[in-house]
């Protein structure tokens, strides 16, 4: 029996779903889906959906490609559940970190064009800061955020530079960024505090930090020269993990998203607390289906990124 929409939320994945062969069966059994992966090829001027469905891995998993390749994916997905179903109108949308930007377009607030050009420009400014300020980031498991969120603070203090929290995943699943003397010392100690295990990530950025800065200045520039729309639907934003229901606070949230914590934690409460019981993932993977789970374990997830995926969603 298909979910009841009015207790259902859409959530969209980021950085790290994606995988090479994303979106191709949809694409193949599903013309709006392929329409979304043809225009945005149009768009970009180059075959992006090859790059999604065929590779090479290295190529789809470079910043200015993979976010890009993740909305374009998560659009498709969004815009088969519209044709099978006109009248779904979710509870709320969400997206984590980039997966914001999907979300966006799915509340009716940033067409699909402009969040294309956004996410691009979005990875070219994360790369260029990257190079301006290299950093590092690390997954700590087995440590809640508030205690890690201390530790990364003392270490700031002590050190003279930026470790932070970068994404409150979920109970246990933390990530921090930094630069790399503050972030080697906070996980020092956060090994010594008794982290279950600590995973460097490979990148040499240090996204959801002060290191992004420069790269949220540039942002901040295209979405403004993009113009908002205020939502059709209720947004949970990653900033402040609560409501955006103007273009207002749309840009307020996305003036800060890269320098500032994802409260993916807090967004997924936030949601159960006004009433959300289904959480359907759309888009690359099931990354946070498994999230969501270990934040609420009555929660009922779905991951919706493929044709028979489908049937829970649509009569």
């Known amino acids: ?25 949809l694409a193949q059994a599903e013309p709006a889906a392929a329409d979304v992966f043809a225009r945005a090829d149009y768009l970009l001027g180059f075959p992006l959906s090859t790059l999604c469905w065929e590779g090479p891995e290295q190529a789809l998993n470079d910043t200015v490609n993979t976010q890009p390749a993740l909305l374009v994916h998560s659009v498709a997905a969004l815009r088969v559940l519209q044709q099978r179903s006109p009248g779904f109108r979710p509870a709320c949308v969400a997206g984590h970190s980039m997966g914001e ?7 009716e607030a940033l067409g699909f064009d402009q969040a294309l050009q956004l996410v691009l420009e979005r990875g070219r400014a994360m790369q260029a ?20 969120a201390e530790t990364c603070a003392r270490v700031s203090r002590e050190v003279g530079a930026v470790v932070q929290v970068a994404n409150d995943n979920c109970p246990g699943q933390v990530v921090i960024s930094g630069e790399a003397s503050a972030l080697n010392r906070a996980i020092e100690i956060l090994t010594a505090d008794g982290a279950r295990k600590i995973v460097r990530l490979a990148v040499s950025i240090g996204a959801h930090s002060p290191l992004m800065q420069p790269a949220q200045d540039r942002l901040t520039r295209a979405i403004d020269a993009a113009g908002l729309s205020d939502p059709q639907l209720p947004i949970i934003g990653n900033v402040e993990a609560s409501p955006l ?7 307020c949230d996305l003036q800060a998203q890269l320098t500032s914590r994802v409260r993916w934690t807090e967004s997924i409460r936030a949601m159960r607390t ?3 019981t289904t959480f359907a993932e759309l888009g690359a993977g099931n ?26 969603l649509v009569a």
């Open 1 to 25: 029996m298909p979910i009841d929409p009015r207790t259902t939320a859409l959530v969209f994945p980021g950085q790290g779903s994606q995988f090479v062969g994303m979106g191709r069966a």
């Open 101 to 107: 930007f999907s979300a966006l377009v799915a509340a």
């Open 129 to 148: 800061a990257g190079a301006h300020c290299p950093g590092g980031m690390a997954a700590v498991f087995g440590l809640e955020v508030d205690a890690v």
């Open 245 to 251: 229901t103007s273009a207002g606070a749309i840009r």
């Open 274 to 276: 006004a009433g959300v």
């Open 287 to 312: 990354v946070l289906c498994g999230l969501i789970r270990r934040i609420d374990r009555t929660a009922v997830t779905l991951a919706i990124d493929a044709p028979e995926t489908f049937g829970a």
